[in-house]
């Protein structure tokens, strides 16, 4: 990535379907040893890393569809301990089903209380250093007409016509007044579901699906976006990246022989035993990308069994060697 003397450079972190148990089935210790990993990964990578900005892809919790009021407070309580961060970092929360519900299961009620608590809208832009992210609400990507779909689809559209304009020359901008003004560049996609593919049988790399796996065929609008609102999104927006989460796993596609889409795998243990983030840095015109992965969960297992086991070993190998010895045995006499 080139980096001219008058190029300004945004770094932002990228993770995904983090799912912080609820009070259904959440059980004590899988939260405490998960969540903790989930803690001292985000601080740690905060601290060495120094991001500006960081997108949490969706699913931030497993309950939050169903959860009564108690329980929402308490997941956002520790979401919030979780992933605290200085002031001169920003947190950005997209929806996920599993914060709002699937389609069916979604309503007013449940997106205005994460909008609430996390600030966000369904369909918005934010401009950073030049680059445009626009964040989606791919949950509301139905396509029926249901009243939040037709509301985030409308502002959607608008953000298109006002993005266009903002690209283009100052001359044809006569016709474009009464539209908002954004960085004309194209954006980067920020959303929870894939855009539509088959499958993720071309996906490979340490972290893509397990190889039982990679061959099962998606569901539309449930594992990944209808082609109808795929085609929506990329033909509004042309943009120059998509970043999206939900299948727990990474992938990378071309949709199109033009668009990238990066999968972002889970940031947490329970849906991985290897989780990772994203590192992105952006110009205006430029990005790159880089994938930095957590501990494995099954190796530090294994480290602590052979801490468990050798400590024991120790204490009795010093307490013969001690016992034995002739100073101990004049000792007693």
Request: aromatic share 12%; net charge negative; charged share 20%.
């Amino acid at each position: 990535m080139g980096r001219g003397k008058n190029v300004q450079t945004l770094n932002a972190l990228f993770l995904s379907d983090t799912h912080l148990l609820g009070a259904i089935s959440g059980h004590w210790f899988d939260k405490l040893r998960r969540e903790w990993q989930m803690e001292r990964a985000f601080q740690t990578a905060l601290w060495l890393l120094r991001p500006e900005v960081v997108f949490i892809l969706g699913d931030i919790f497993d309950e939050g569809k169903c959860s009564s009021a108690k329980d929402w407070e308490d997941d956002v309580r520790r979401f919030q301990q979780i992933f605290r961060h200085p002031n001169d970092t920003e947190l950005v929360v997209l929806t996920g089903n599993h914060d709002i519900g699937f389609h069916y299961e979604m309503n007013w009620e449940k997106l205005q209380r994460f909008e609430k608590v996390f600030n966000a809208n369904s369909a918005r832009i934010i401009t950073k250093k030049g680059v445009n992210f626009l964040l989606v609400n791919s949950v509301a990507m139905e396509g029926d007409g249901c009243p939040i779909c037709h509301a985030v689809e409308n502002e959607l559209f608008w953000l298109s016509e006002a993005l266009n304009c903002s690209m283009q020359s100052e001359l044809k901008k006569e016709h474009c007044c009464d539209t908002a003004q954004f960085s004309s560049t194209p954006p980067i996609i920020l959303q929870h579901y894939p855009l539509y593919r088959t499958s993720d049988s071309n996906c490979t790399g340490q972290d893509a699906a397990p190889a039982g796996k990679r061959h099962l065929q998606f569901t539309e609008q449930y594992d990944v976006l209808s082609q109808e609102a795929t085609h929506k999104l990329l033909w509004w927006f042309q943009p120059r990246l998509i970043l999206s989460g939900h299948t727990h796993s990474a992938c990378e596609v071309i949709h199109g022989n033009k668009y990238l889409e990066v999968s972002v795998p889970s940031f947490s243990w329970r849906n991985r035993n290897n989780p990772s983030f994203i590192l992105g840095t952006f110009s205006s015109a430029d990005f790159l990308l880089s994938k930095c992965f957590l501990p494995e969960e099954s190796s530090v297992i294994a480290i602590y069994c052979a801490t468990g086991m050798a400590v024991p070993l120790l204490v009795l190998l010093h307490f013969y060697l001690f016992k034995g010895s002739p100073q101990f045995t004049s000792a007693l006499v």
